[in-house]
């Protein structure tokens, strides 16, 4: 019989308890963690492009496989391919997501990735954008050449140097320089000397004709084609009015009205 039985319990308990206090190592998990369940891209003008980045973490204690990354849905939305890798924990990778709206009016998609976590199998982040329509960039000048920068959202307006229509009839050979339609001025000489050569927009030339009177009574006032107005003295001795009314049987002198005696 033993001697010491309570020893003996006392060394049992002691044996026994180096297993009591073990746990069964926790298992590593992949996680995976993204920086946005949905990427924004906002209004975008047709024609131009918006680049959105994910950002994707691993945020557990082991490593995620990523299989695959696309893009399920509308094909302006875009993706650059990328292929199997590994993601260590705390590791991280970029996904750049290109919106280019084709036509107007809000577009959805999903981007998908592949992975072997244990929260997130499939990731899926939405994607959502708007297309605007182009601006109407047309000044009705014939003179510019009109154009939309959709990525910048605005016109651009590049002068020409086109043929083009001034509207005066009073240009010829018109063509856009600095931004306006210009031309040569319309020559409207008739080689008269009798006629005053002007020229109306509308109209075009005009030939008025050129007064020759001088308000002097004893003088002949015509106009010659060649030599503008002529002046005629009439014979001595026609009558006349000299505008004095004290003076009598005024008559004409050497191409002047005198007055006679009171």
């Known amino acids: 019989r033993p001697r010491h039985p309570a020893a003996l ?3 049992v308990l002691l044996t026994g308890c180096n297993t009591c206090g073990e746990t069964p190592l926790q298992q590593a998990t992949p996680l995976i963690t993204p920086s946005s369940s949905t990427l924004e891209f906002g209004s975008v003008f047709v024609g131009a492009d918006r680049v959105a980045v994910l950002e994707v973490q691993s945020t557990g204690t082991a490593t995620v496989h990523i299989a695959d990354v696309r893009i399920v849905g509308d094909a302006v939305f875009t993706t650059q391919a990328v292929g199997p890798q590994a993601l260590a924990p705390r590791d991280s ?5 290109r919106f280019a709206p084709a036509q107007v009016g809000e577009v959805t998609a999903q981007l998908v990735i592949e992975n072997d976590s244990t929260n997130l199998r499939p990731l899926l982040v939405n994607l959502r954008g708007t297309g605007l329509a182009q601006l109407d960039c047309d000044d009705q000048n014939v003179c ?12 651009l307006r590049t002068n020409n140097t086109a043929p083009c229509d001034s ?3 009073c240009t010829r050979d018109d063509r856009c320089v600095g931004g306006q339609c210009l ?4 020559d409207c000489s008739d ?9 109306d927009a509308t109209v075009g030339c005009v030939f008025l004709p050129v007064n020759c009177e001088e308000g002097n009574t004893c003088t002949l006032d015509t ?3 060649l030599r503008g107005c002529q002046h005629r003295a009439l014979p001595d001795g026609t009558p006349c009015e000299d505008g004095n009314l004290c003076s009598v049987a005024d008559t004409c002198a050497q191409g002047t009205c005198r007055g006679g005696p009171p």
């Open 167 to 169: 509207g005066s009839r």
């Open 183 to 186: 031309g040569l001025p319309t």
């Open 93 to 97: 990778f970029s996904v750049p997501v």
């Open 9 to 11: 319990a006392t060394l």
């Open 144 to 155: 510019t050449d009109d154009t939309f920068d959709a990525a910048a959202g605005v016109c």
């Open 191 to 199: 080689d008269n000397a009798c006629t005053r050569d002007l020229c």
């Open 223 to 225: 106009c010659d084609v």
